[in-house]
């Protein structure tokens, strides 16, 4: 056998759930709540612990540690060797301040911002802390609105939403089709490297090069908790991209939320393996912001949670040991057969390991036992899976579950500083948040900002949450769909979505990515279900990865699909959740029609809109070929 793996057995039940396997003891924060109750049925729950003071800057942390520990590794990343290229915090520092001085001699604010256009990278971040330290707002913008889309709608939206002042990539070239169709001549371009053709570029070496401005530290100084740190772009549920305005409040009160939550962060400085965007606030804000603010360090994973990038994580995770490890939940589901395969690996990755976190969407039942089980064979213990909610409004960590609480749905309590005001809605109750990690609105959209907070400031996160006790609000909270999701039939009879769409994952499991449900004003449920690519391979090997119009017809993947449907349909309770008529998808969904996010999110309502045509198929009667009909 090869050295490099030791396979073991697992039990088919979970081995995590066993008294018998209790969880790895951590340091977690209490959380405690006072509630208070309307009479029209609204519930207000607060978090009783006091929330500590917090710094004016984020970069006052990026001080600290260039003085305590400067020698420290902040961040790395693989170089062209094979190796590590690190940067440390008093290198950081230096790099920021020069940056940061090529930015206020460029006169740039908030008006004019940096938008960063590459993944993440150390030339990213030193671009970022630049930016930061100055006061100027940056915005860093997902790659694929540049590399994937087709007619680059979204980019323009946001060039003119933003007009920056500077734009920055590691590697311009592969960004100049998207620079040439969407950005105004007058704006600066800078990069790493790469050439735009009939642009000039400024080269990052040359704003490192930048003496230090002598309003430097006047500037730095002048930042205050409402200065604005970032926009953050999200799309909603319909239409162009909104730029959520993130301040130096929200920011530093949200990292001593967390640190408060996630005590064991206090317990040694945290080092992570990390592939999560920047362009989202899960990577951009939690992340590295957890890793500056408790000192550590993060190791920029060049992998991804994909056929094809799951290599280089692997690779990336025999060489680091993390102390908290943060992914996705497709993420996990990759991760898992090479833990159970690999021995080395498996002994390495829980070898200081305090607990895991997901974010994103739910993760299932048969990933999180199996995490359990890789856990317990390796350390005689589980790990701790910490999950909760949040939003890019609310930077992100609004509500937390603990490691004893937590489970697939719940979402646990509101976090010190914060607080929850739950509304009825339909026979739901509609979450609303209020805390100084809130943003103040979209930048230049009123009239959008006006519509997402109520009359008494708390911010709509448009979810609805229900409680495991209602007669115990302590117990926490669950996850219970997405207010806008939901729909009537023709019948009267509300659809609750999300939680018929968990039940629908989990029982299609591993074949089903995604589901979008269909309905409305019709007289029964349908569903267009979007189809893995990694479990459909599990079904039949021979098909492409990247053919989904194949695997979408192929005879055993269509038997196997229609096997886990119809135990689906034995579960239902009602018309609300009885499914009877699916149609695999057999097309990728569209970045530019807006019916997935860069992020991988799929946005119900405009896959509904587009995919109209297929929609009525799963109505027609009788039903073409390609529906999957139960009835």
């Known amino acids: 056998m090869d050295a490099m793996t030791d396979p073991i057995t697992f ?10 396997h209790p969880l790895r003891d951590i340091s977690f924060g209490e959380i405690g709540i006072a509630t208070e109750r309307k009479p029209d049925g609204t519930i207000y729950v607060r978090s009783t612990t006091t929330l500590t003071d917090y710094p004016v800057r984020i970069t006052d942390r990026l001080h600290h540690f260039a003085e ?11 170089n062209g060797e094979g190796g590590w290229r690190r940067i440390s915090y008093a290198e950081m520092l230096r790099a920021a301040q020069t940056i940061a ?50 007619d680059y709608g979204k980019l323009r939206h946001i060039v003119g939403l933003l007009t920056p002042g500077l734009i920055f990539a590691d590697d311009i070239t592969a960004f100049a089709p998207a620079i040439l169709a969407t950005v105004p001549e007058d704006v600066e371009l800078a990069a790493t490297r790469g050439e735009v053709k009939g642009r000039k570029v400024t080269s990052l070496a040359e704003l490192l090069a930048t003496p230090e401005h002598p309003e430097l530290a006047a500037k730095h100084e002048a930042i205050g908790h409402d200065t604005i740190a970032k926009f953050l772009l999200t799309s909603g549920s319909t239409g162009n991209p909104k730029a959520v305005i993130n301040t130096q409040r929200m920011i530093c009160a949200n990292q001593v939320m967390i640190r408060e939550a996630m005590a064991f962060l206090k ?28 000192g550590g360090s993060m190791y920029i994973d060049d992998g991804k949670p994909t056929p094809a990038g799951i290599a280089s994580t692997i690779r990336n995770l025999r060489e680091i040991a993390p102390t908290v490890y943060f992914n996705v939940p497709k993420g996990y589901e990759s991760l898992l057969p090479v833990l159970r395969e690999d021995q080395q690996l498996r002994k390495l990755f829980f070898s200081r390991l305090h607990a895991m976190f997901f974010s994103g969407a739910s993760l299932a039942a048969h990933v999180w036992n199996g995490l359990d089980e890789v856990a317990v064979a390796e350390t005689g213990a589980r790990v701790p899976m910490l999950t909760g909610l949040g939003a890019t409004e609310t930077a992100p960590f609004f509500m937390s579950v603990t490691p004893q609480t937590s489970r697939s749905g719940h979402v646990g309590l509101p976090v010190p500083g914060n607080e929850a005001k739950l509304v009825p809605n339909n026979g739901k109750l509609e979450v609303r948040a209020k805390g100084p990690n809130i943003t ?63 039940k629908f994952i989990a029982a299609c499991a591993s074949l089903v990515r995604d589901v979008v449900i269909a309905g409305l004003d019709r007289d029964y449920v349908t569903a267009l279900a979007i189809l893995d690519p990694d479990g459909c391979k599990l079904i039949n090997a021979t098909l492409p990865l990247e053919d989904l119009a194949g695997m979408a017809a192929d005879h055993l993947i269509r038997e196997a699909f229609r096997e886990r449907f119809a135990t689906l349909l034995t579960q239902a309770t009602g018309s609300s959740n009885r499914v009877t008529r699916a149609v695999l998808l057999g097309e990728p969904l569209s970045i530019d029609k807006g019916e997935i996010t860069d992020k991988g999110s799929v946005n119900q309502r405009a896959v509904l809109e587009y995919r109209a045509s297929l929609i009525a198929d799963l109505y027609a009667d009788p039903p073409p070929a390609h529906v999957i009909a139960l009835e």
């Open 101 to 150: 001085s090529a930015l206020i001699a460029r006169g740039l604010s908030a008006e004019r911002p940096v938008m960063i256009l590459s993944g993440n990278s150390i030339d990213h971040a030193m671009v970022m802390f630049g930016a930061l330290y100055a006061g100027v707002a940056m915005c860093p913008v997902s790659p694929p609105y540049s590399l994937v889309s087709k």
């Open 440 to 502: 103040p609105g979209y930048w230049r959209a009123p009239e959008l900002t006006d519509k997402a907070f109520d009359e008494e400031g708390f911010y709509k996160l448009n979810d609805a949450l229900k409680p495991v006790d209602a007669n115990d609000l302590s117990r926490g909270f669950d996850f219970d769909g997405r207010i806008s999701e939901d729909f009537k039939l023709a019948s009267g009879t509300w659809v609750s979505v999300g939680p018929l769409r968990a």
């Open 68 to 78: 305590t520990a400067p020698d420290r590794v902040f961040m790395a990343e693989r």
């Open 267 to 294: 317990d040694e400085p945290p080092v992570i393996v990390d592939w999560l965007p920047w362009n989202h606030t899960f990577g951009g804000n939690h992340n590295i912001g957890l890793t500056l603010f408790n």
């Open 11 to 20: 039990a088919a039940t979970a081995a995590g759930r066993d008294a018998a």
